[in-house]
T-cell receptor, first 114, second 114 residues
Framework: DVKVTQSSRYLVKRTGEKVFLECVQD?????MFWYRQDPGLGLRLIYF???????EKGDIPEGYSVSREKKERFSLILESASTNQTSMYLC?????????????FGPGTRLTVT | AQSVTQLDSQVPVFEEAPVELRCNYS??????LFWYVQYPNQGLQLLLK????STLVKGINGFEAEFNKSQTSFHLRKPSVHISDTAEYFC????????????WGLGTSLAVNP
């Protein structure tokens, strides 16, 4: 069974803290994604990676960075957390190649910044 | 630019009634279409997808969708809903030649009442 895991389901951090969200997939997928989900705004892509050490900005990269040192792991970093980054964060992965393979999602991390 | 419009943000329905969740997209090239479901406090999972071939696609949990190229639509249907179908439903599209990323609709919240 395919699996995408995220390091925490719930996280509470203080303004200004550096925050790491970890995502691991066990499907040998080339592509990995970080989204944030807010009520009424749907899913917005923050960053994605199509290979180890490769990354591309999504629609809302400001205030975030990412790291992909190994194929199975994709980390989202909030350099200095702010209250407007309180949100649900979803990680996903998909296979590479020409066929548009579906994305597989983790359970999400609900981050609260106080 | 591609976009996806889910025409209803909320759909209330009684148990055992039929339901249709509407999705329209804009694209001038070949597209691939997906419907995902998100149950409360969970990540997203794939309901069904259209890549090519028959325009009527069957998915999990009794859902089906019809691809209509002339109307640029991909509406999701179920003939008889259950309480357990209460969830958020997302329509997504990707285009041929650039299928790493999905373009997402804002979601439709389906509430099935007894």
């Amino acid at each position: 069974d395919v699996k995408v895991t995220q390091s925490s389901r719930y996280l509470v951090k203080r303004t200004g803290e550096k925050v790491f969200l970890e995502c691991v997939q066990d499907m040998d997928h080339e592509n990995m994604f970080w989204y944030r989900q807010d009520p009424g705004l749907g899913l917005r892509l923050i960053y994605f990676s199509y290979d180890v050490k490769m990354k591309e900005k999504g629609d809302i990269p400001e205030g975030y960075s990412v790291s992909r040192e190994k194929k199975e792991r994709f980390s989202l970093i909030l350099e200095s957390a702010s209250t407007n980054q309180t949100s649900m964060y979803l990680c996903a992965s998909s296979s590479g190649g020409r066929t548009p393979y579906e994305q597989y999602f983790g359970p999400g991390t609900r981050l609260t910044v106080t | 630019a591609q976009s996806v419009t889910q025409l209803d943000s909320q759909v209330p329905v009684f148990e055992e009634a039929p339901v249709e969740l509407r999705c329209n997209y804009s694209s001038s090239v070949s597209v691939y279409l997906f419907w995902y479901v998100q149950y409360p406090n969970q990540g997203l999972q794939l309901l069904l997808k259209y890549l090519s071939g028959s325009t009527l696609v069957k998915g999990i949990n009794g859902f089906e969708a019809e691809f209509n190229k002339s109307q640029t639509s991909f509406h999701l249907r179920k003939p008889s809903v259950h309480i357990s179908d209460t969830a958020e439903y997302f329509c997504a599209v990707t285009m041929d030649g650039n299928n790493r990323k999905l373009i997402w609709g804002l979601g439709t919240s389906l509430a099935v009442n007894p």
